[in-house]
Antibody
Framework: EVQLLESGGGLVQPGGSLRLSCAAS????????MSWVRQAPGKGLEWVSG????????YYADSVKGRFTISRDNSKNTLYLQMNSLRAEDTAVFYC??????????????WGQGTLVTVSS | DIVMTQSPDSLAVSLGERATINCKSS????????????LGWYQQKPGQPPKLLISWASSRELGVPDRFSGSGSGTDFTLTISSLQAEDVAVYYC?????????FGPGTKVDIK
């Protein structure tokens, strides 16, 4: 059974940093691309960042480019999102999502339960 | 970026009746080399993550009830719930994965009338 378990969310002040993690199980982690998708309170879904199975290719939404860094440790079956220079508009539930293939631009067949990031003073 | 729009924003349908949700992309998501539409549909219930219902515009995922169907090609797509059940109350999103960044529609909320 595929499981994705996010952690690392919480309350952070504007300008602060946070690192999200997503522990994956139930599939061959290194074979599939992974992404982070966020959802601001009461709003829709926004793709944030994606990474290839090997970790060699990474992609970012313009809204987070230069501030967020996606990475993965295939030996630990874990996906990460380092978030720096956080802004109030980054407040959202962050979901870890598994691509249905090795391509980073694909549909997402499994999602984690999400972790809430709140940026506020 | 490809912009996805959905209509209506919300709809209320009687139990057992048909619900139809439309999704439009700002450019074609049909890849000519394989004749596939790079379009997915998701269902999100309150407090839950999204769940994939349909990929490639019309391929229903394993375990998804057959009352859910997807259709369309190019820039215009439709998700149909043929006979609405109480458990179908949710927000439905379309997603294009034709290119990066992948983008989602704003969502359509489905309720019981």
């Amino acid at each position: 059974e595929v499981q994705l378990l996010e952690s690392g969310g919480g309350l952070v002040q504007p300008g602060g940093s946070l690192r999200l993690s997503c522990a994956a199980s139930g599939f061959t982690f290194s074979t599939f691309s992974m992404s982070w998708v966020r959802q601001a309170p009461g709003k829709g879904l926004e793709w944030v960042s994606g990474i290839s199975g090997s970790g060699g290719d990474t992609y970012y939404a313009d809204s987070v480019k230069g501030r967020f860094t996606i990475s993965r440790d295939n030996s630990k079956n874990t996906l990460y999102l380092q978030m720096n220079s956080l802004r109030a508009e980054d407040t959202a539930v962050f979901y870890c999502a598994k691509s249905a293939s090795g391509s980073t631009t694909y549909y997402f067949d499994y999602w984690g339960q999400g972790t809430l990031v709140t940026v506020s003073s | 970026d490809i912009v996805m729009t959905q209509s209506p924003d919300s709809l209320a349908v009687s139990l057992g009746e048909r619900a139809t949700i439309n999704c439009k992309s700002s450019q074609s998501v049909l890849y000519s080399s394989n004749d596939k539409n790079y379009l997915g549909w998701y269902q999100q219930k309150p407090g839950q993550p999204p769940k994939l219902l349909i990929s490639w515009a019309s391929s229903r995922e394993l375990g998804v009830p057959d009352r859910f169907s997807g259709s369309g090609s190019g820039t215009d797509f439709t998700l149909t719930i043929s006979s609405l059940q109480a458990e179908d109350v949710a927000v439905y999103y379309c997603q294009q994965y034709y290119n990066t960044p992948s983008t989602f529609g704003p969502g359509t909320k489905v309720d019981i009338k």
